[in-house]
């Protein structure tokens, strides 16, 4: 079985408890670990944003507003296990290390958060670094990484494939206050420089597009590596 490990942006998991994708990613997720030894990081999403704004206008300091989002992302975590049932390991994995522990069991680890000041972007890519992932997903609510933001660009270009030094150029001027919401993270850029895993940066507003990517192979989106060759399928 391969090691897939996947970045699930909260954006599109949970952008609110009123809006919700779970339902339709529960049936995707167990479709994958039928095949695939499966990890899955859960972002805090709107909710979070919402809790560290509260905090910001309290004047409270940035280090416990990321402590505050971290606690969210947990708790989206626990509501996709609680979805997933038997195919999930039952407990919210806090470091990489229960991660690994918990994979032993067979069934999909999810884990949220770790440390202040580190997205789950980052925790996802040390965590395919500590399993040794054979591709690393970042499932986000844009199809790949652009040139400029293209929700405000109209013209930005999308990258097919990037080598790992390109993504740092690109991703290097984001920023890292609590609740950052950046296609990519700084750290989690350095984290596939050094580790030569692969990276695919899709569109997951459709959950049926991650399994596709993983399956078969048809996915848009951005590939990050120094090789030419796809990652994907596995």
Do not use: C
Request: aromatic letters at 4%; glycine letters at 10%.
């Amino acid at each position: 079985m391969k090691t897939v490990v996947i970045s699930l942006g909260g954006s599109i998991l949970i952008p609110t408890l009123e809006n919700h994708t779970i339902k339709e990613y529960v049936p995707v997720l167990k479709k994958i670990a039928k095949s695939h030894r499966l990890f899955v990081v859960v972002g805090g999403g709107g909710e979070a944003r919402r809790y560290i704004s509260v905090t910001r206008e309290l004047g409270i300091d940035e280090g416990t507003s990321d402590e505050i989002g971290i606690l969210i992302t947990r708790l989206n975590a626990t509501i996709l296990i609680s979805a997933l049932g038997e195919d999930a390991y039952p407990k919210v994995a806090e470091t990489h290390s229960e991660a690994k522990k918990f994979a032993e069991s067979g069934k999909i680890v999810v884990m949220g958060g770790i440390t202040p000041g580190q997205t789950t972007d980052a925790v996802a890519a040390v965590l395919a670094e500590r399993v040794r992932a054979a591709v690393f997903i970042n499932a986000t609510s844009v199809d790949g990484i652009y040139s400029a933001d293209p929700k405000k660009v109209p013209d930005a270009k999308r990258f097919a494939l990037l080598t790992p030094k390109q993504l740092l150029d690109i991703v290097g001027g984001t920023g890292l206050g609590a609740g950052s919401n950046n296609v990519l993270d700084i750290v989690a850029a350095r984290v596939v420089e050094r580790s030569g895993i692969p990276l695919v940066v899709l569109d997951g507003r459709d959950p049926k597009n991650l399994s596709n990517a993983i399956l078969k192979g048809k996915y848009t989106g951005t590939v990050v590596s120094d090789g030419k060759k796809k990652p994907l399928p596995l």
